[in-house]
């Protein structure tokens, strides 16, 4: 690695952790890289002994917050930390209800499709049975039982058959649904935590 190629990379990876200050963070490394080419020490050894562009970058975004905020002191932390465990029993609380709530939302929304595949499984085999037994019920019952035991049969791999359409075609569409409302409660909770960090 050359020193052009280094500067570039590491204005694109502070540009990418959102460094406050790229551009004196750039200068600093420019001359640095100069001094030591100046005292003499070859380009290899420069690099081998720097950091990363992707480490300086990630330690530099760790030392800021996105406001340009310094990190939090230790007594501050340790006062967050003692508020958190003090309120759980009121926060855990609220959060264990909002799980369950979103976890009965899943399952309602899931419950059409559920019940049409089971409507589709009973109704096919009820009817596939009622279909393979009816010439059993002709001989033993009489021909006309036997006919509508037939009869029954076919309805009711047809109705079987409307709930396989629906349960597929529920499920197709709920699937998508399910995906965009996980992706927005995901986005509303980072923006929650982010807002709250």
């Known amino acids: 690695m050359d020193k052009r ?13 959102r460094v406050t200050d790229v551009d004196n963070t750039i200068a600093y490394y420019d001359e640095l890289i100069d001094d030591r080419l100046e005292a003499g ?16 970058a990630m330690r530099l975004a760790l030392i800021e917050r996105p406001g340009g905020q310094k990190k939090r002191s230790p007594a501050l932390t ?9 309120g759980s029993p009121l926060w855990g609380s609220l959060a264990l209800t909002a ?12 419950l ?8 589709f499984a ?3 085999l009820g009817g596939a049975v009622s279909l393979i037994l009816s010439p059993v019920v002709m001989i033993n019952q ?17 109705v079987g058959l ?16 399910s995906v965009n409302l996980t992706r927005w409660i995901g986005r509303l909770l980072r923006r929650k935590i982010g807002s709250a960090a």
């Open 41 to 56: 020490e070859s380009e290899t050894n420069i690099f081998t002994s720097l950091e990363t562009p992707n480490q300086i």
């Open 142 to 158: 009489g021909f006309v039982i036997g006919l509508m035991q037939f009869g029954m049969g076919f309805v009711m791999i047809g």
């Open 162 to 177: 409307l709930c396989g359409v629906m349960t597929r075609f529920t499920a197709k569409y709920l699937i998508a649904y």
């Open 99 to 110: 799980a369950i709530l979103i976890a009965t939302g899943y399952l309602l929304i899931w």
């Open 112 to 119: 059409v499709p559920a019940l049409a595949g089971i409507f």
């Open 78 to 86: 340790a006062l967050i930390v003692v508020l958190l465990i003090l």
């Open 122 to 124: 009973s109704f096919v």
């Open 5 to 17: 190629k280094f500067i570039k990379k590491l204005e694109e990876e502070l540009n990418f952790y």
